[in-house]
């Protein structure tokens, strides 16, 4: 099976929290997402570059530039890519309305589907009180999210050699802690509330590493996920429904390359539809 042949393509795809410069980020996986998916608009919606780790200690293996040449290989083939920075990447955000290689930095957007909703898309960290407001204590919750995350590796490692596919630990035990449950409650219905302030039938946004399809009453909520956990994407097919593609369900290990291609199979339980969001 081609590339070409295996390719699903898309009116919109959002992507965020890659964590490019950050050991546990999931470029391969990445690599072989973008490989199998394209789409006319990219959003990258924050924390693509993890500029916090990179300061830290320099990490950039080939994969992590594979992936930036790849989405700017999808913006030379005429992908619109839309970068909006986070947390992470925050330097970026004083290059807001510049180009750089075909990929425009943006604080945030409003994207309107094919059947004419619009969603302020933004990767959500202005609403997050921690990152905002007590900048050392998101630094340390960012040492132990380090911590959580190479327990996770080492987890996975002996689950690959035992045969068993990918599981993210760190993000099972996230939503068995009362306080995260709590924390992703409250931000989702903060998102939710201000893309209804500013007149949107939704909000896309990424930061808290929890991809979700959610309605909050008339208000629609798309969370993305990360490429560090749960390697999940978001896609607007070309009728305005959104899907959640969780990529780490499909490639079972990192070593499926040496395989057949993948078969896509779309989390059909959670694809929004135009008559849903009503």
Known sequence: MTDEAATRHFRTLFISDTHLGAKASQAEMLIDFLRYHDAEKVYLVGDIVDGWRLKRSWNWPQSHNDVVQKLLRKARKGSTIIY????????????????????????????????GRRFLVMHGDEFDVVVRNARIIAYLGDWAYDAAIAINLV????????????????????????????????????????????????VICGHIHHAQLAEFGDVSYVNTGDWVESCTAIA????GSFELIRWSEVVRTHDHKKAAAPRIVPEQAQIVRPTEAA
Request: aromatic fraction near 14%; charged fraction near 30%; hydrophobic fraction near 35%.
């Open 84 to 115: 909006i920075p986070g947390n992470h990447d925050e330097f970026l955000r004083d290059f807001t309305g510049r180009h750089f290689g075909g990929v425009e930095v943006k604080l945030n957007d409003v994207h309107e589907t094919a059947d």
């Open 236 to 239: 607007e097919r070309y009728d």
């Open 155 to 202: 987890f996975n490692t002996i689950r690959r050699r035992l045969g068993f596919p990918y599981w993210s630990f760190s993000s099972w035990a996230k939503l068995k802690v009362k306080n995260a449950v709590n924390f992703i409650g409250a931000f989702e219905k903060a998102l939710a509330e201000e893309a209804h302030r500013m007149g949107c039938d939704g």
